[in-house]
């Protein structure tokens, strides 16, 4: 019986370390957030050159890495930019979205300027 | 007369030079080619496998640079995958769409085997 218990514990102690492991992975995973979008200004108007200086602004925020501002040139989908930038995990992410400055520039312009958008969020592996 | 001609002259050969150096740029864009997509097979089934393996391989084919194979963790958008990849200029990005193996793929496996996707190709500026 004292056995039983002893193997009991050790199976127990084993899958407490392997569930460990797995969320420490999930957690560290590093994301790449992506947004391609339309706006409601026309191209080269003065409101989406002021809109465009709000988004770059974004990059500031604390824990955002490796932002890109970029043109979207694929006639097979309606978008015109898009931007990407990376987070070190799902927490750092999550303070991002909540970070006054972001929450800001949600409501007062994305949700008022922006025609179309698709959010596309990618889990990138650290190593190869 | 003669005045003018060389006038002329000088103008075409100024608009030449202008027209061949927004061409020479344009050309040289590096292009972020990306395309997020969901399966008809079950996720972790062997076939899913097997085409993962097989969009892996497009890796090879030249000119393709930074290959990346992610998954797509946003519950916003319908896609369960992403592949990212670059190419020096748009012409690197023909050669690639038009490379037997691109090809032979596209029509053998990518028609058949993927229920629903979205290409987004982002222009990259090389200088910051």
Redesign the interface.
């Known amino acids: 019986m004292a056995q039983l218990i002893k193997n009991l514990f050790i199976l127990l102690i084993l899958n407490f370390l392997i569930c460990y492991n797995t969320m420490a992975q999930s957690d560290s995973s590093r ?2 957030h ?1 947004v ?1 979008f339309k706006l409601k200004h026309p191209i080269g108007s003065s409101e989406e050159q002021d809109f465009l200086k709000a988004v770059k602004k974004l990059a500031s925020i604390p824990g955002l890495e490796k932002f ?1 501002f ?5 006639k ?2 309606p ?1 015109d930019y ?1 931007i ?1 930038m990376e987070f070190a995990n799902q927490k750092i992410y999550d303070q991002y979205n909540n970070h006054p400055d972001h929450v800001a520039f949600v409501q007062q312009r994305w949700l008022k300027e922006v025609e179309d958008f ?8 650290i190593t190869d």
């Open positions: 994301i790449r992506t391609a890109e970029m043109k979207q040139i694929s097979k989908n978008f898009g990407s698709l959010e596309l969020d990618y889990e990138i592996k």
